[in-house]
Structure formats: C-alpha cells, structure tokens
C-alpha cells in the first residue's frame, strides 16, 4: 500500500463556514484523530481568511446554512474575523497531542490580490507556514463581489465561467502572498447543469490553460482539490509548465479528510509528479 501525503487543505471549527454551527467545536482534534486512525501523516489545517465585508448574497438559498448564519437584513454577508490565537493555541494543543503526525499551520486566503496589504502582518509574522490562495467571488454590480454560484442565476453560465478564469492571471499578478493556488474548478462546483448541460472543459480549455501559465510561470503550485478528480487538470497543468502540485481534500469534517487521496495521487503521478522528503513537500516533475 502506497502511504499517503499530506492533506493540505483542511478547516476545523476556526473556519467561519464550520464554526458557525456549535457542533464544530473539537473538530480540529477529531480530524487529527481520525488522520491518525487511517495513517494520514500530515495535515495543513488551511482556515478561511476572507477580508471582504461586502459580499452580496441576494439569492440566500445559494450558500450552505452555515454562511447563512452571517447574512445581514439586506443579503450582504458579514463575516467574523478570524481568531489567529485561537487557532493558533488549538494547532498547539494538537501537536502536543498527536506527536506521530506533522501539523501544519495554514490559511485559505479569499482573493489575495485585493487583500494583500490587510493581511501582510498575519502573513509576515512567521506563524503561518502555508498560505493557499483562492478565488471565490467575483465582482458583482457597482461595489459587491459573489460566488459563482449566485451569479449563475443572473448570468449566462459561459461568461461567468469565463470572467473566472479571465480572474486567475490578475490574482497571480496582483498578489506576492499566496504560494499555492487551490481549487481551479471553483466554478464548476455550481455549474448549472440543469441550464447549460453537463460541464465540458473542453469548451473552456483556453481559459483553463492561460490561468495555468499565469500561475506555472509566477512559480506556485497547484492544488489537486479532492472533491472531484479531473485528469485534464495535472495534464494541461504539466504541459503548460506547472512544475509542482499539493492535494487538498478542502474537509470541513473527519468524515472527509484525504476524500479520493489513492486516486488523485495516482492521476497526478502518471503525469510524472513525484513526493518530496516530507508529507507535506510540494509535489513536483
Ligand atoms: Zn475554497
Ligand atoms: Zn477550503
């Protein structure tokens, strides 16, 4: 049996998307206990870091009921900052706990490229060893951003998929504190199936692979994100230049950690990446 690698891309109770319902409390223990149960070596517990304080919802029946505790009267989510020493103390607690297993400190930062400089004594301090970056919204109307997912239901699903590819090179221009960029199929996760049909990459393959180059030649890695395994993205990835990969089961719970981690790394490897010495070492060709 071939061991796993790192799960880099996990939210505990210090997410605002999970702790918002209380039975998170003590998911950060039960997810290293469960990686210890199935011999996980490595976790990067990625919480959300999101600075934007105007994200429009509108459609509130679009986001899961936790970010629904956080709409406000005009369908505008506000979201809680994140506690850093809260946190910080619980990955302690943990370490302590679980001496067997690498744990890694991390956040998943929401549209780095207009948030840089609100976040740079976060970033700078030394206590956060991976910085993820993902783009979630896009802008929408005068002065509001969304997900996807709402603006699905406004917008011909072309131009929405479209203006979040055309987003990526802007990101990886716009922004010096991210090394990773997840989830590269964000958009698809809404897809709106029952309008525009099953989702082919095929028609977006330019989009895809120009966000690729931006992000191969600013020299970060890609994430493999768990959820759904799509061979096109470490093909198109290693033949646009990417040169190293992290996985990412992007789990709010124990349930989920290291979801497909088997298949993804056997996708990933067949394309010609390789582990490094650590779990947690970037993936590279
Ligand atoms: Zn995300
Ligand atoms: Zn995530």
């Given amino acids: 049996m071939t061991s796993l690698t790192a799960d880099a891309h996990v939210h505990s109770e210090w997410s605002w998307d999970a702790g918002s319902d209380p039975a998170s409390v003590g998911t950060m223990d039960r997810i290293c206990a469960r990686a210890v149960r199935i011999g996980l070596p490595g976790i990067v517990f990625t919480e959300h870091l999101d600075l934007d304080d105007a994200w429009a919802v509108e459609v509130p029946s679009d ?160 994430e493999m994100n768990t959820r759904r395994l799509w061979p096109w993205i470490p093909q198109w990835w290693a033949e646009e230049g990417g040169r190293s990969v992290t996985f990412g089961s992007d789990a709010h719970d124990a349930e989920t950690l290291a979801a497909n981690f088997p298949e993804a790394m056997a996708m990933v490897e067949s394309f010609g990446f390789r582990p490094g010495r650590r779990p947690e070492d970037f993936w590279t060709r």
């Avoid at 946190?87 to 690498?102: F, K, Q």
């Avoid at 993902?134 to 203006?163: I, K, N, Q």
């Fill in 63 to 222: 986001i899961g009921t936790t970010a629904q505790a956080y709409v406000d009267e005009r369908g505008r989510v506000r979201l809680p900052a994140f506690d850093v020493d809260g946190y910080l103390e619980a990955v302690d607690r943990c370490r302590h706990a679980y001496p067997e297993m690498r744990i890694l400190t991390g956040v998943e930062f929401g549209q780095p490229h207009l948030w840089d400089a609100q976040a740079a004594a976060l970033l700078g301090s030394g206590a956060i060893d991976r910085v993820n970056g993902s783009l979630h919204m896009l802008p929408f109307g005068d002065a509001l951003r969304t997900e996807p997912t709402t603006l699905y239901h406004r917008t011909p699903a072309d131009d929405v998929m479209w203006a979040y590819l055309d987003e990526i090179p802007r990101m990886a221009a716009g922004s010096d504190s991210f090394e990773v960029f997840t989830h590269i199929d964000f958009a698809v996760r809404s897809w709106p199936t029952w309008d525009a049909g099953p989702f082919d990459a095929r028609r977006f393959e330019e989009g895809f692979r120009g966000a690729m180059r931006a992000l191969a030649g600013s020299g970060r890695a890609l």
